[in-house]
């Protein structure tokens, strides 16, 4: 269970701390994190807004009766035809706005709600709620470290399904049907992606799925994930269409050892640019290191993508309870790609893998 209460209190403890008067916040994650839900999202102003000893909602009538149902927040209510100043004037009198000198504001916000809120400001330095929401965010909570899992094992079982669509014949289109197939099978709210890049497709890292029709000798990069109870998933193997070459084993296996040199870097402390080193370093060792294209990780929580970011450049020190993706890939141009890729926790041990599914080479046959 989630105490959206103590975050909120957490958060503004956290604000105090770096000096900021106000904090807003739109549908998205944000809100999400903060309080449960987050309010429908379109062109309809909608902020919640948090100072250090009070919280206030700029809620459209559209949305009200509906967020009524989720949280006992003060809403200030505004419809359609008379439009948001006026309730926003109001939640400006109830919050202080006047005492206001530095906001923080959505960095995924639409651009539109931002500015109607500081023309209400007065001038205030302006911020990102990211300076003081993602150290909290990056630190997950039992509950949600449970709720990852669930999206994993979701995840090894589209993934699964994947494997039996693959065969000489059929499309990367039909592989992509197969896992959402799988994904809807598990009442996902959410498919966000299913990357199926075959042969040469599989040197871009983000291949945009298509019609390419699969081949014998191909090696195809699988790399999906979806969502569901607001969690993310996110899995990437590898399938070979009949027997692999040795070219191919070569580097698949030069992959595999990278990923298994991050993993036994991970533990409290160690430099998120530490985990990338040892996966890039192995890659490097070999001669492929130009094929190496992008960083080793990302944090996993209520996005797909967020902090921490397992970069070259990143000196952040890793905590227990976070995060994030290790996928080192090889991509030859022309050839093909390689990439493997597993979703972590830190723990006070080392490092915890939600993915259940080996990264072996799955071999498929006609």
Not at 166 to 184: K, L, M, N, T, Y
């Amino acid at each position: 269970m989630i105490d959206y209460s103590a975050r909120r209190r957490r958060l503004q403890a956290a604000m105090q701390k770096a000096g900021i008067g106000l904090l807003a916040v739109g549908p998205g994650e944000h809100m999400t994190y903060l309080l449960g839900f987050h309010t429908h999202p379109d062109e309809r102003p909608s902020l919640f807004l948090l100072t250090a000893e009070r919280e206030g909602f700029l809620m459209p009538a559209l949305n009200a009766e509906d967020s009524r149902q989720r949280t006992e927040m003060p809403f200030e209510v505004w419809a359609d035809d008379t439009g948001p100043d006026a309730a926003l004037e109001r939640l400006s009198q109830q919050l202080d706005f006047a005492q206001v000198q530095r906001v923080a504001l959505d960095e995924t916000m639409r651009t539109d709600f931002s500015l109607l809120l500081l023309e209400q400001l007065n001038g205030a330095a302006t911020g990102l709620a990211g300076e003081v929401l993602s150290p909290l965010r990056m630190r997950k909570e039992p509950a949600e470290i449970d709720l990852i899992q669930m999206n994993a094992d979701i995840g090894d079982a589209a993934m699964r399904a994947a494997y039996e669509a693959v065969r000489p014949g059929v499309s990367e289109q039909s592989i992509a049907q197969a896992v959402h197939g799988a994904f809807d099978d598990a009442e996902v709210d959410q498919v966000n992606f299913a990357i199926i890049g075959s042969g040469p497709n599989g040197a871009f890292p983000h291949h945009a799925t298509g019609k390419r029709v699969l081949q014998e000798g191909d090696a195809v990069v699988i790399d999906i994930g979806a969502r569901k109870d607001h969690y993310n998933s996110d899995i990437t193997r590898m399938v070979h269409v009949g027997e692999p070459s040795a070219d191919y084993l070569e580097v698949h296996a030069v992959v595999e050892a990278a990923v298994v040199a991050a993993l036994a870097v991970v533990r409290p402390g160690v430099r998120a640019r530490d985990i990338d080193g040892a996966a890039r370093g192995v890659i490097a060792a070999v001669g492929y290191g130009e094929f190496f294209v992008h960083r080793t990780g990302h944090g996993l929580g209520l996005t797909g993508h967020e902090p921490p970011y397992i970069t070259a450049s990143n000196d952040f020190e890793l905590e227990e309870g976070m995060v994030f993706s290790i996928e080192p890939g090889i991509y030859l141009p022309g050839r093909f790609g390689v990439r493997l890729e597993e979703i972590v926790t830190v723990t006070d041990r080392g490092v915890q893998v939600f993915n259940r599914l080996p990264r072996n080479l799955h071999v498929a046959r006609a």
